[in-house]
């Protein structure tokens, strides 16, 4: 099962409206109020196409978890809270540290899989000149998008997947 909470669907609009922010100005949709008279329906536009972006994002992420909790038998739930998502994997028994490992890597993993997958499609879709600018802004948003995701999650911080990662490894080793 997954659940979307309301703080995910603000979180992400937030987001969205921050990637829009910073979006290179040289490409589509090259958003300059003073010379493009319909900006505001553009970025409305970028604003709509980020935040499924940003949900997809975290959804393969949180799958990743899920699927590999399923593996090992596991009756997994899912919710989209806030900037990310939680997966309780539901085992009847205390998680083994290897499996603690997979499962928790699994989800970054998963996520970085979609980013370099968007960033192929988009080099395809480009070799072939047949890529127009929504389709490659969207394929550009997932790559940097997971490939960020992927990185930053993979630190050894408590609250993040490296975090948990390296605190298994830590007490098996010690």
């Known amino acids: 099962p997954i659940e979307i ?3 995910h669907l603000a979180i992400s609009a937030l987001v969205a409206w ?3 922010e910073a979006t290179q100005k040289s490409a589509w949709p090259a958003i300059d109020p003073k010379t493009q008279p319909d900006w505001q329906y553009v ?3 970028c604003i709509a196409l ?3 972006i940003v949900s997809f994002s975290i959804l393969v992420h949180e799958l990743g ?3 590999a909790s399923r593996v090992f038998g596991y009756r997994p739930t899912i919710h989209l ?3 990310g998502g ?3 994997p539901n085992a009847n028994e205390t998680i083994p540290w290897h ?3 997979v499962v928790t890597l699994a989800g970054p993993l998963s996520g970085l899989s979609l980013g370099l997958f968007a960033g192929a499609f988009r080099l395809v879709l480009q070799a072939a000149d047949v890529a127009p600018g929504p389709v490659t802004y969207v394929l550009e948003g997932l790559l940097i998008a997971n490939l960020l995701w992927a990185f930053f999650n993979l630190l050894p911080v408590s609250s993040f997947d490296g975090g948990r990662i390296s605190s298994a490894l830590l007490i098996r080793a010690f």
């Open 86 to 88: 939680l997966t309780h």
């Open 43 to 45: 970025y409305a536009l």
């Open 81 to 83: 809270v806030g900037l």
């Open 99 to 101: 499996r603690d490992v």
């Open 5 to 7: 909470h309301a703080s």
């Open 65 to 67: 978890h899920a699927i």
């Open 18 to 20: 921050s990637a829009v």
């Open 50 to 52: 980020w935040m499924p």
